[in-house]
């Protein structure tokens, strides 16, 4: 992953965020979330920031899909949006083996599971600095399980109706673009539960209008 070149409105918003993330307490660790719906363009913006950071500070990049449930944990409960909110992720665990540690300045696991393969894995453990930014992208990392763990949330901001057909687009023929299509209902209806229980954007202290991929907006709460 390489950041857009510098004459680029996604850069500009990009050096914008490097330098507000990177003047987080200096000489210490933080934790910054990257939060957003699926779809929304999370796992392409933390990689991008984490390239521009790289340059000033030591930077950890995890993904809160390590930590999803086996797929039967998942929907032992049913299908619908309630379980896909509340029995995705594996909390305990990623406080266990990343929060804490990052914490400590002891190493952490990046992942305990193959959410593809659904299978437990076995990563080696990756040291962390004084001073390292422990940036993690995913799903609801504003739930209130969570609201601890960050000194910074990014939300990056995209409505339905960009999003899943943009999300549904990765995975080839045959996903629904549509917001409203049934097949949608369970990952749709998730996240507006989180939208309504934990108002991650109106957390944040950063969002980002990731809308139009090439001119990305950057607004910061007071």
């Known amino acids: 992953m390489r950041p857009p070149a510098p004459s680029t409105q996604r850069w500009v918003v990009l050096r914008d965020l490097a330098d507000r993330v990177a003047a987080l307490r200096p000489g210490e660790r933080v934790a910054v979330a990257v939060d957003g719906v699926d779809g929304a363009g999370k796992t392409v913006l933390a990689d991008e920031l984490a390239e521009v950071l790289a340059g000033e500070r030591d930077v950890l990049r995890l993904s809160i899909d390590g930590f999803h449930r086996p797929r039967a944990e998942r929907v032992a409960r049913g ?22 540690p990052f914490r400590r300045g002891e190493p952490v696991t990046p992942a305990v599971n193959d959410v593809v393969a659904d299978r437990a894995v076995h990563p080696d453990p990756v040291a962390v600095g004084v001073d390292t930014v422990l940036l993690v992208d995913g799903i609801f990392l504003q739930r209130p399980e969570l609201t601890d763990v960050w000194d910074a949330t990014i939300w990056v901001d995209v409505p339905f109706a ?13 996903h629904d673009p549509d917001p409203d299509a049934e097949s949608n209902h369970r990952y749709v209806g998730g996240q507006l539960l989180y939208l309504a229980e934990a108002d991650p954007r109106g957390r944040a202290g950063w969002v980002v209008d990731n809308t139009d991929l090439d001119s990305p907006v950057l607004y910061v709460a007071p």
């Open 79 to 100: 299908r619908g949006p309630e379980t896909f909110y509340e029995d995705s992720y594996d909390y305990d665990a990623f406080r266990h083996v990343v929060v804490e």
């Open 162 to 174: 960009v999003s899943v057909p943009r999300g549904n687009a990765r995975f080839g023929d045959g």
